[in-house]
């Protein structure tokens, strides 16, 4: 089997092929380029920029850079950056676009994120940044470096992604640009209607004072009223028994369609003042405002039953059976849940950056002060209709086309029909909230996080004349971090005090869940609250273990020197260098007495106390970049490292869930347990070694070959260890022993991770005049993992099919394509994304982060444009372009792939739009 895949690694014949023709044209195409004086535009500028970037850079780097002002061709940055060698991009689960980011195998809590230089806040309680924040239109560049430098600080394991708006002073005279676009969303994804959607953006460049001062301002808007998505989920199946025998059966489902809403706001401002080559200082604002709704329509249920007196076991009957499997049959005592659910949320990103360059003598200084911060609002309000909890008439449900696995796959029909209001009442209809006790007729939920990150830098650079030492740079950086998770909870009641109680759905409108074809009663749950609803706030463990409090100040030291000269005959250029870096975390949770708390419910006798816990560590960071001109434009770098990524801020939280197990949960040992953040989590840490071979057509394109592989000194598990409980413990003789176990997130030891990248970007006017305007970008990486998570002490019910995992993002094999032809003012560009399976993240019903395996995939976009470039319309350009034309579906699955947990169809994206630039 290794020999087999390792000669499928080298199976790049046609490859090698292209680039020797490519080779062997490359001098008539730049002797040709020297006698024309050409300007590029577009899509070609776009390339030959990040090329120069590319090639110029201390290590290895990818970049992607705006065809031209405001015309990054995508709607979120995750999406532009997703193109590139070894990157790949997650689409949200409620939206379908391209929201958080993958580098080379890593999930995205490894990236560092920065803008202009500056670390970024996130929104999650993670650190991984939603680049969807941040509009495509309003930045000029984005590279992404896959080897660290000294001077490279907020590094992450995997990258650093730093994000780019322009300098006004870079350009040569005012500059404005109009960007307008109108899109439908939703096309063939079995929706009655498609969405709708627009987007406009505005940036003005301009310069004063004899070019002294530049300023920039920009702004973008983006609406999207989504069409109603098909999100089915499968709960599993079941074995019961029919006429003697075990069979299998559709355990239950859900049905739901849900329809989003999104509306994005960005403005971006940026003043720069150079009065003479020794003196620059510029201040940078960014600001984004994402307003998001999602209504959820539906129905849901456990076809067996099982839930007691509210919902008493069913009898299968009429059942036919192949193989062990019912593919068809019927049970009584159905209870379906109709669902009319709304989410609401508001997320704010502010951030502001003031830097001065100036010159000290011999020094050359760089003082950078910035601030990011986030924060997030969102309010989920949930609602059950149907028969109440006594009801005894129940409902029947048959199915047929049932295969045992794939619950998506058969055909459900009920005997109730759940489109009238007097069959779907608004009540408590499955005890989901423990019983009479403490009825449940809906949920809601609003969680509050906010993140702010404070960077200070100091920076000095001077030449030197020491032999292959040739410049020297010192830095410090401090960063001040605050994040917070608050929550509030609690069960939606039938006013009156009846457990039971049930009142009529106002409205008269309903809806069809789209994969069963059921009709359901519909309306909007907001508002409702006073008049049909009221709100009974809950205390319990599962709540409090959402709120927390993470501080985090880090000092960087650092010190770099630039190299060249020669070694072993080769010219070289390069740095060596290091970290010293100091943090100390100080971590606020609770400790909750778990035997109060008990149960995930309310609990109005729930006691617990606020715990502040700090530490503190250090690390030593060297870095060594080395780049080896090899001759006709060849290039091998080297880069070796050591490199950290910080652990998610949950994860930091000093929470402290105990509770006592009499042995009544099979799902825990008996005895005291208790689980929790850990306040001493280290980062992960790793050394990396990474090799690159690039070949430079001129300015024209490119290819190369990388390959890296990443050690992994620590890595963070939950791990479970028996522990003594008796300080946290009121009455400890009452329970006969203080020793139990308790799951926390520790730092494991070792793993590693390895991978291979080629990388194509070429334009085939250089194998033959005839193909002027024609080219490809292609790129395709390898990546493979000797990390195994441990399925014990993670909470996802999403991979309790798997006994071990395998590292979060990482998709064995990713390949983009990009075809082009540009000319004359035409302009189409056919591209493709595709990467195999992963466990990706997503939130579930609780807010929480939930590990999931997501199926793979392959995206295929078109775009096509013409541009004006004479007469009155000199400077229009008209787009037209489709996104997901291909309809590939978003698909979880639990432990298989056959085992589908949500399958949604998003449908095709089609846009028009035009810009203007005057």
């Known amino acids: 089997m290794k020999q087999t895949n390792s000669q499928r690694g080298f199976r790049v014949s046609p490859v090698a092929a292209g680039c020797a023709m490519l080779l062997m044209a490359a001098g008539a195409a730049q002797a040709q380029q020297a006698a024309d004086n050409v300007i590029v535009t577009g899509i070609r500028a776009s390339i030959e920029s990040a090329i120069s970037v590319k090639k110029n850079a201390e290590g290895v780097v990818e970049a992607i850079s705006a065809e031209d002002i405001g015309k990054l061709p995508d709607a979120t940055v995750a999406e532009s950056i997703a193109r590139l060698p070894g990157v790949t991009a997650q689409r949200d689960a409620a939206t379908g676009r391209a929201k958080n980011v993958s580098v080379r195998g890593m999930s995205p809590d490894f990236n560092g994120a920065t803008l202009n230089g500056r670390a970024q806040a996130s929104t999650g309680d993670s650190r991984g940044v939603e680049f969807d924040q941040f509009p495509a239109e309003l930045l000029g560049s984005i590279v992404i470096h896959k080897t660290p430098n000294a001077s490279l600080v907020d590094q992450g394991l995997a990258s650093t992604i730093d994000m780019k708006t322009v300098r006004p002073l870079d350009f040569n005279k005012r500059t404005m640009v109009v960007n307008l676009r109108k899109q439908s969303t939703g096309i063939d994804s079995g929706s009655p209607t498609n969405g709708t959607g627009n987007r406009q953006s505005f940036s003005y460049i301009d310069q004063f004072a004899d070019r002294t001062i530049g300023v920039v301002l920009g702004y973008s808007k983006q609406k999207d009223i989504g069409a109603a998505q098909s ?30 809403s999104a509306n994005r706001e960005g403005l971006m401002a940026t003043i720069q003042f150079k009065p003479n080559k020794d003196f620059e200082t510029s201040l940078d604002l960014f600001t984004s405002k994402n307003s998001f709704s999602a209504k959820t329509t539906g129905i849901q249920g456990a076809l067996p039953g099982g839930a007691g007196g509210y919902d008493p076991d069913g009898v299968l009957t009429n059942a036919t059976i192949a193989n062990g499997v019912a593919t068809a049959g019927t049970y009584n005592n159905f ?8 989410t609401q949320g508001d997320d704010k990103l502010n951030s502001i950056g003031w830097n001065t360059k100036f010159k000290l003598g011999e020094w050359k200084t760089v003082a950078d002060l910035g601030r990011s911060e986030v924060t997030r609002q969102h ?23 049932f295969d045992g696995k794939n619950l998506s796959g058969a055909k459900y029909t009920t005997g109730f029909n759940y489109a009238d209001r007097n069959v779907a009442k608004l009540t408590d209809v499955e005890g989901w909230g423990g019983g009479p006790s403490t009825p449940q007729a809906g949920y809601y939920a609003s969680p509050t996080t906010k993140d702010r990150v404070d960077n200070l830098r100091f920076s000095g650079v001077r030449n030197l004349d020491m032999g292959m030492l040739t410049a020297v740079e010192v830095g410090l950086h401090f960063s001040d971090r605050d994040k917070t998770r608050k929550t509030a909870e609690g069960a939606v009641v039938i006013p009156g005090g009846d457990p039971y109680g049930a009142v009529t759905m106002p409205g008269t409108a309903s809806a069809t869940a789209l994969a069963t074809g059921i009709n359901v009663a519909a309306f909007d749950p907001v508002g409702t609250v006073g008049s049909v609803y009221q709100l009974t ?69 729930c006691t617990y106390s606020t715990v502040i816990q700090k530490h503190k560590y250090n690390d030593f960071n060297p870095s060594l970049n080395l780049n080896f001109d090899v001759g006709n434009d060849q290039m091998v770098r080297v880069g070796a490292a050591k490199v950290l990524s910080r652990a998610n801020m949950i994860d930091m939280a000093g929470n402290l869930d105990l509770s006592f197990n009499t042995g009544a949960d099979s799902s825990k040992p008996a005895g005291w347990n208790g689980s929790g953040g850990n306040p001493n989590l280290e980062p992960f840490r790793a050394k990396s070694l990474d090799v690159s071979y690039e070949k430079y057509f001129g300015k024209k394109g490119y290819v190369s070959v990388a390959g890296f592989y990443k050690a992994l000194d620590t890595y963070i598990v939950r791990q479970s260890t028996v522990v003594d409980f008796r300080n946290f413990i009121t009455n400890p003789s009452a329970y006969g022993t203080t020793l139990g176990t308790m799951t926390t997130p520790v730092n494991g030891s070792g793993g590693s991770i390895s991978g291979v990248e080629l990388s194509l970007n070429v334009p085939f006017s250089m194998l033959a005049p005839a193909m002027d305007g024609f080219g490809l970008m292609a790129n395709t990486s390898a990546t493979n993992s000797a990390v195994s998570l441990p399925r014990a002490g993670l909470t996802s019910a999403d991979t309790d099919k798997a006994t071990n ?66 007469g009155s319309l000199k400077g229009l350009s008209i787009l037209l372009q489709g996104n997901n034309l291909t309809n590939a579906e978003f698909i979880r699955y639990n432990g298989t792939p056959d085992n589908v947990v949500q399958r949604t169809k998003f449908g095709k994206t089609y846009q028009i739009g035009m810009n203007y630039k005057f």
């Open 231 to 260: 999100d089915f989920g499968s709960w599993g199946t079941a074995t019961k028994s029919y006429n003697g025998q075990d069979v299998v059966v559709p355990n239950g489902f859900n049905d739901f369609n849900k329809t989003t």
């Open 335 to 342: 209870k379906g849940v109709v669902r009319n659910d709304n």
């Open 379 to 401: 309010t989920r309000f949930e609602t059950t209709a149907g028969q109440a909890g006594n009801a005894t008439a129940l409902d029947t449900i048959s199915w047929t086309g």
């Open 537 to 605: 706030p809950w205390t319990s463990t599962a709540i409090l273990n959402k709120n927390f409090k993470i501080n985090e100040k880090v000092t960087t030291t650092y010190i770099k020197g630039d190299l060249e000269g020669k070694l072993m005959g080769l010219s070289f250029t390069g740095n060596v260098g290091g970290q010293l870096v100091s943090s100390n975390q100080t971590s606020t949770g609770y400790n909750i007495d778990g035997v109060a708390c008990a149960g995930e419910k309310n609990q109005p006798s």
């Open 805 to 870: 995992l395998p590292l979060p993002g990482l998709s064995k094999s990713v390949t983009n394509l990009r075809a082009y032809y540009e000319k004359n003012g035409f302009s189409v560009s056919l591209g493709a994304k595709k990467r195999s399976d992963f466990l990706g993240e997503i939130l579930d019903y609780q807010d929480n982060r939930q590990l999931t395996f997501v199926k793979g995939e392959t995206l295929v976009d078109l775009q096509a444009s013409y541009e004006f470039n004479t």
